[in-house]
Structures are given as C-alpha cells and as structure tokens.
C-alpha cells in the first residue's frame, strides 16, 4: 500500500486486489447474504474507497484491518439501501388494490419486480416509487430517452403478464 500511496503505482495496487478480492468478497457474501451481486459491487465500492482514500491511509497500521474495516462499512451501506429498497416494495405492494376478494389471490408484487432484470427493476423503482420522469431516469443510468422508454415498456409488460389480476 505504500507504494501505491506514495507514487500511485498501479501494479502495487494490482497485488492488493489479487491479495484481497477473494477475502473479501467472502466477508461481502457473509454480511449480504442472499444477495450475490451486491456483494460483488460492494468489494468494487470498497476498491474504490481504498483508492480515493489512501492519503489518509497509515502506514505504520494494518492495511488488513483499515480495508476490512471500509469494505464492512460499504456493506452496511449497500443492506441499509436494500432494507429501504425492500420497505418500498412493500409499501407499493400494499398500495395496490386487489382485483378480487379472495385473500388467497393477493398479488406479491415485491417477487414479480424481483423476477425482473436488476436494469428493468431499477427502471420502475425509479418511476413508481420515486416518480422520476423518463428524462431523469435516463440521466441517472447513463442511457438515452428512447432505450430508457423502450426498457420501461419491457418491464411493465413483464410486470403485467406475472400479475394477471392487477388492473385488468
């Protein structure tokens, strides 16, 4: 680390990933469990953090102990964005009126937008939940106006078809 610090040496940095990518995607994988691509992003997120920060990084301390330390902050992060990702599922879910009275014909709405590519996903929580506009969300994910529509479209058509009771 201190090479990389001191002359931002690119292949000292290049060790400490080959050193600890593994490691920590394990401790990533423990503290978001369930969720396998987060855990991925999250190591990413802490590479990240590892690189902005190393100015404040002290040699004479552990680089073990200070990366570990930034990637469990990274995961509690990205499961306090979950669990809000989660609640608002929810809550969309309960907002939804049911088709019919049958209890047993309630629509899980938070498993049909799981069932979606993370993309398409994202695409409609941004819409419905944040109620952003078409132009905002295609500046938030990097695409055009036309590929963002076409995506939306996708996904709703999806999200109809896996709940045949809503607003039919």
Known sequence: MRRFQEASD???FDEIISRYHRP???????HLAGHPSLAEDAVQEAFIRTVRSRDRFDCERS???WFYTILRNVCLDFRRKEIR???QLHEMAEQTPRATDD???ELDIASILQSLPPADRE???YRFIHNMTFREIAEQIGSSLEATKKRAQRALRHFRTNAPAAGR
């Open 85 to 87: 990702r989660e609640k």
């Open 24 to 30: 920590a995607l394990i401790i990533a994988r423990d």
């Open 123 to 125: 695409i409609l929580i």
């Open 63 to 65: 680089f073990a102990a």
């Open 10 to 12: 690119d292949a000292a």
């Open 103 to 105: 209890p047993h014909a």
